[in-house]
């Protein structure tokens, strides 16, 4: 019981005892550097008025685009690696599989299960834990399941912070496995993948994250899911590769949520993830770059499904979103211990890839009335002032195409290339879940809102 109660207060508290200046926990203290900065570029542009404000939000823009076309293209080249595995012998390392989940019917985990036992790995070195909540409306019909002798549940106790990484500390600080990695309920991995993940830790004994590629296959998607589809082909297949290569092997990668594979004893060492940031993929890529650990790809695919209804979209974007916002404020408390840790290519990488993320929707409301006042209210005001709007609204638009076509034509996803020019109606959907973060964020930012599984 004893030991019980230490796993679940580590589960909460660990990496805010670690890293208590990168932690999301009290996330507006320290904050008057941002604070600054937001008055000094309002400061700043003021004196030059309208055509100040029309320069800025432009530029800002095209440069977001422009950023996440070359990176797209800095990853076309395909995982070198792909096809090389560990050997499958006795000398293979422990490996601990966290399954979060929470609330989720007994025939989506089912599922689940066969698709994990299908993974090729011997199941005396596999741990595979099922983090079911003691409150979960499902506990008992889930601990019925029949499931193999490897597979145990874990079930934390119902306190502060309800999230996804704080029940997978939990299950960390469980496993004497050597490495670890997370499936979400939906997750159906490549059999070999764990093998394949395995010979990138054996090239390089300084790797201390493998991230594999994400991809939705939904059996009749609607529209929306295929555009969820198209959006994680191009980042997984193509943004992520690119961001590898224009840093190095020691360049910050923001992770994804599942299918991120790590060496145990590091992770543990961090404190493992943030337990109250929810986008805490993202949050550990930033401070595996900053204590000067490295992140690995691999095309080995998971297959995820897609949620289907904007009912169910909106919430899940929203969270992801609002997640980049805590991860960005944690990490710039300190603009002069981030930049030394970083380095500034790797702090512009970081600016882009997590600031840009959300900034961009949050700005692009403004951008159309900027482009409508200069089609057809602009008078007989400077040229710029007509022209800049129109070229950053067009350029921003083939960009986007561009990214998913070249995603889609790389994959061979020629089902969803056809749907590339519309691509960008639907990163319009995202400045709603921006401004919905932004609510979150002040009003609960640590509030996970559950995607629900069919």
């Not at 932690?23 to 507006?28: D, L």
């Not at 055509?51 to 996440?68: D, E, H, I, P």
Request: aromatic share 14%; charged share 20%.
């Amino acid at each position: 019981m004893e030991n019980n109660t230490i796993a679940q207060a580590w589960a909460r508290t660990a990496m805010h005892d670690a890293n208590p200046d990168m932690s999301s926990r009290g996330i507006w203290r320290g904050q008057w550097v941002n604070a600054l900065l937001v008055v000094l570029t309002v400061a700043l542009v003021f004196p030059f008025g309208y055509s100040g404000l029309v320069l800025v939000l432009n530029a800002a823009s095209f440069t977001f685009f422009t950023y996440r076309l070359l990176i797209s293209i800095a990853g076309l080249r395909d995982d070198r690696d792909f096809s090389k595995m560990a050997e499958l012998n006795d000398e293979l390392p422990t490996y601990c599989v966290l399954l979060p989940m929470r609330n989720e019917k007994p025939e989506v985990v089912a599922k689940l299960i066969a698709n994990i036992s299908n993974l090729n790995y011997p199941t005396d070195k596999l741990d595979v834990v099922m983090l079911v909540d003691e409150d979960d409306d499902f506990l008992e019909a889930v601990t019925a399941l029949p499931k193999p002798d490897h597979f145990r549940i874990l079930s934390a106790s119902a306190k502060f912070p309800f999230t996804k990484p704080k029940v997978c500390n939990y299950g960390l600080y469980t496993t004497d496995a050597e490495f670890v990695t997370i499936y979400d309920v939906e997750d159906n991995p490549e059999p070999n993948q764990l093998l394949r993940v395995l010979y990138k830790f054996d090239q390089d004994q300084t790797v201390a994250c493998v991230q594999c590629q994400l991809k939705y296959v939904n059996d009749k998607p609607t529209i929306l899911a295929r555009f969820f589809e198209l959006e994680y082909l191009a980042w997984f297949s193509t943004t992520i590769h690119g961001l590898s290569r224009v840093q190095g092997a020691d360049g910050f990668i923001p992770l994804g949520g599942t299918s991120q594979h790590l060496r145990t004893d590091i992770l543990t060492e961090m404190g493992g993830w943030d337990a109250v940031n929810v986008t805490e993929d993202c949050e550990l890529g930033v401070r595996l770059c900053r204590k000067g650990y490295r992140v690995a790809t691999s095309d080995s695919v998971t297959e995820e499904i897609a949620v289907e209804d904007i009912k169910t979209w909106i919430p899940q974007r929203t969270r992801w979103q609002m997640g980049f916002m805590v991860t960005f404020l944690a990490h710039t408390r300190s603009y002069t211990s981030l930049i030394r840790d970083l380095g500034w290519w790797r702090f512009f990488n970081f600016k882009m890839s997590v600031f840009g993320n959300f900034m961009s929707p949050l700005i692009t409301p403004l951008l159309f009335v900027i482009f409508i006042r200069s089609l057809f209210f602009s008078g007989e005001g400077e040229t710029y002032l007509r022209w800049v709007p129109v070229v950053t609204i067009f350029g921003n638009y083939f960009m986007i195409v561009a990214v998913h076509a070249i995603a889609s034509i790389r994959h061979g996803n020629y089902r969803n290339l056809l749907l590339t020019p519309l691509q960008p109606f639907y990163y319009l959907l995202q400045v709603v879940t921006a401004y919905r973060a932004v609510w979150k964020l002040i009003t609960a930012p640590y509030t996970w809102e559950k995607t629900e599984h069919k």
